[in-house]
């Protein structure tokens, strides 16, 4: 299902045991595009989704023999990834909240408005092609090369495993460049999956993480006595990966004298550990990255000039996030999955919430975002997460007037945060975004719901746990 495309809006299955609601309810979906079926109970529902899965199911909550609660969970035994409406009378609104607990995705009261329901299928169908895209690309590439590490569909990701998948097979040494947080080590992971190596150690080392004394120790191993403290031999990193691949990161960080020793041994394929005059032989496949401008850093005289040409026989660069927006939401929806896993209270992204994050620059890259999505996840009281739990600066709010530099990000400038605990952190900003639309529109608190992408009676709790005063009386 692509949403994108007028001759496949997606396949939906009205379950109502009224046959002139649910008739109406079809006729209403079918006029806008969508592929619609319909079934007079629970007990044909399942039968028809066990033939042909659908997209979205709309249901009724006040049927018999199978109840809308019943057949919410038994359709989603059959249909994992469907949406799950349920349609329910104004006084069985404790049953609809629970059976989004169960697994619905939103509920609907009759009698609605036609605008309203044909807006709630919209936003149920797009969760519902979004999450078939993590599936998608995910087991794509999974499928194809046995990874599931990579996620993304932008053209740019697209470049960067096309070139990786064709470089991975042969030995050459590979350099990786991108910011920080693009995912350079997945990248050489990736890099070791598809080669012939794949069965054999992956050793990562991260230069910047170890002093220089201690660097030449850590990859090439040392003798017994060779310094203070070395009270027996040990092999390097170079000898751990033996017939496996070594990477590299953070490559420019080293020293020049470690630098030419480093190049000895991508020259001859042996290694000499400290305090020893032999070498050893070592088959290993080394993959580098840096997140600076390493050709710059040649120039400038801090990088070998020799040793850069030793490692860049095939480079690959990463694209920071701001260059892959597409990206964002299958992004987001892969890191909500498994922060789901491991909480007990299970969430889910609001399309409000996408089109919020779609508009931050991410100077953090793919890290921040990871970042965002499981504070969110670990913080929010409620399932549905809206723009309230993700509080960042959109690109037009930290826009300073002078505009963006030609080929450069501009710095983040995060709201300023709350001083004490996270969580008062978050409280904060919530607080000011609430207040913020309430001085816009203070006597509707319906109208302040929509503009913050939440439900009337989640931003009324919001407002009572923040102390937020308002003359605006509670939502029914």
Same mark, same amino acid.
């Given at each position: 299902?692509?949403?994108?495309?007028?001759?496949?809006?997606?396949?939906?299955?009205?379950?109502?045991?009224? $046959?002139?609601?649910?008739?109406?309810?079809?006729?209403?979906?079918?006029?806008?595009?969508?592929?619609?079926?319909?079934?007079?109970?629970?007990?044909?529902?399942?039968?028809?989704?066990?033939?042909?899965? +659908?997209?979205?199911?709309?249901?009724?909550?006040?049927?018999?023999?199978?109840?809308? *609660?019943?057949?919410?969970?038994?359709?989603?035994?059959?249909?994992?990834?469907?949406?799950?409406?349920?349609?329910?009378?104004? /006084?069985?609104?404790?049953?609809?909240?629970?059976?989004?607990?169960?697994?619905?995705?939103?509920?609907?009261?009759?009698?609605?408005?036609?605008?309203?329901?044909?807006?709630?299928?919209?936003?149920?169908?797009? $969760?519902?092609?979004? *999450?078939?895209?993590?599936?998608?690309?995910?087991?794509?590439?999974?499928?194809?090369?046995?990874?599931?590490?990579?996620? /993304?569909?932008?053209?740019?990701?697209?470049?960067?495993?096309?070139?990786?998948?064709?470089?991975?097979?042969?030995?050459?040494?590979?350099?990786?460049?991108?910011?920080?947080?693009?995912?350079?080590?997945? +990248?050489?992971?990736?890099?070791?999956?598809?080669?012939?190596?794949?069965?054999?150690?992956?050793?990562?080392?991260?230069?910047?993480?170890?002093?220089?004394?201690?660097?030449?120790?850590?990859?090439? /191993?040392?003798?017994? /006595?060779?310094?203070?403290?070395?009270?027996?031999?040990?092999?390097?990193?170079?000898?751990?990966?033996?017939?496996?691949? *070594?990477?590299?990161?953070?490559?420019?960080?080293?020293?020049?004298?470690?630098?030419?020793?480093?190049?000895?041994?991508?020259?001859?394929?042996?290694?000499?550990?400290?305090?020893?005059?032999?070498?050893?032989?070592?088959?290993?496949?080394?993959?580098?990255?840096?997140?600076?401008?390493?050709?710059?850093? +040649?120039?400038?005289?801090?990088?070998?000039?020799?040793?850069?040409?030793?490692?860049?026989?095939?480079?690959?660069?990463?694209?920071?996030?701001?260059?892959?927006?597409?990206?964002?939401?299958?992004?987001?929806?892969?890191?909500?999955?498994?922060?789901?896993?491991?909480?007990?209270?299970?969430?889910? *992204?609001?399309?409000?919430?996408?089109?919020?994050?779609?508009?931050?620059?991410?100077?953090?890259?793919?890290?921040?975002?990871?970042?965002?999505?499981?504070?969110?996840?670990?913080?929010?009281?409620?399932?549905?997460?809206?723009?309230?739990?993700?509080?960042?600066?959109?690109?037009?709010?930290?826009?300073?007037?002078?505009?963006?530099?030609?080929?450069?990000?501009?710095?983040?400038?995060?709201?300023?945060?709350?001083?004490?605990?996270?969580?008062?952190?978050?409280?904060?900003?919530?607080?000011?975004?609430?207040?913020?639309?309430?001085?816009?529109?203070?006597?509707?608190?319906?109208? +302040?719901?929509?503009?913050?992408?939440?439900?009337?009676?989640?931003?009324?709790?919001?407002?009572?746990?923040?102390?937020?005063?308002?003359?605006?009386?509670?939502?029914?």
């Amino acid at each position: 299902m692509d949403p994108q495309s007028p001759e496949s809006k997606g396949k939906v299955l009205v379950v109502d045991d009224q $046959r002139n609601m649910r008739a109406t309810t079809a006729m209403l979906l079918r006029a806008e595009g969508y592929q619609v079926e319909e079934a007079a109970g629970g007990e044909e529902a399942l039968t028809m989704l066990a033939a042909r899965p +659908v997209d979205l199911l709309l249901t009724d909550l006040k049927m018999e023999p199978i109840d809308g *609660l019943t057949l919410l969970k038994r359709a989603l035994e059959v249909v994992p990834h469907a949406q799950v409406i349920v349609m329910t009378a104004y /006084g069985s609104i404790e049953s609809a909240v629970e059976a989004m607990r169960r697994g619905a995705y939103d509920y609907i009261t009759k009698p609605f408005k036609e605008g309203e329901l044909v807006h709630r299928v919209q936003k149920a169908l797009e $969760r519902a092609y979004l *999450l078939s895209q993590v599936d998608l690309f995910a087991g794509e590439f999974n499928q194809r090369h046995g990874l599931s590490s990579l996620v /993304g569909r932008s053209q740019p990701m697209r470049e960067l495993i096309s070139r990786l998948s064709r470089v991975a097979p042969s030995d050459a040494t590979v350099l990786i460049t991108g910011e920080s947080g693009t995912g350079k080590e997945l +990248v050489a992971r990736a890099v070791h999956t598809l080669s012939r190596r794949k069965a054999n150690p992956f050793v990562p080392v991260n230069c910047a993480a170890i002093t220089e004394s201690l660097l030449e120790s850590e990859l090439f /191993g040392h003798a017994r /006595g060779a310094f203070t403290g070395a009270v027996k031999a040990r092999r390097g990193l170079f000898e751990e990966a033996h017939g496996g691949t *070594l990477f590299i990161d953070e490559v420019t960080e080293t020293a020049m004298s470690f630098q030419s020793k480093l190049l000895r041994v991508l020259q001859e394929g042996e290694v000499r550990r400290v305090g020893e005059s032999s070498s050893i032989k070592v088959d290993v496949r080394t993959v580098a990255a840096t997140n600076r401008d390493i050709e710059r850093e +040649v120039a400038e005289k801090r990088f070998r000039q020799d040793l850069f040409y030793r490692l860049n026989v095939v480079s690959l660069t990463v694209p920071p996030l701001r260059d892959r927006l597409d990206d964002v939401p299958v992004l987001a929806e892969h890191f909500l999955m498994r922060a789901n896993e491991r909480n007990v209270r299970k969430h889910r *992204l609001s399309q409000n919430a996408v089109e919020h994050l779609m508009k931050h620059d991410f100077p953090g890259n793919v890290r921040e975002l990871e970042n965002l999505v499981e504070q969110a996840a670990a913080l929010s009281e409620t399932e549905e997460l809206t723009p309230i739990d993700f509080p960042l600066r959109t690109r037009a709010a930290r826009h300073d007037g002078a505009g963006l530099l030609a080929g450069r990000s501009t710095p983040t400038a995060e709201l300023p945060l709350a001083s004490g605990t996270l969580a008062d952190a978050v409280n904060d900003a919530e607080r000011r975004a609430i207040s913020a639309a309430l001085e816009k529109s203070p006597d509707d608190l319906a109208h +302040v719901a929509e503009q913050l992408g939440i439900s009337a009676t989640t931003l009324w709790r919001k407002m009572k746990r923040l102390e937020l005063k308002t003359t605006i009386p509670e939502p029914p």
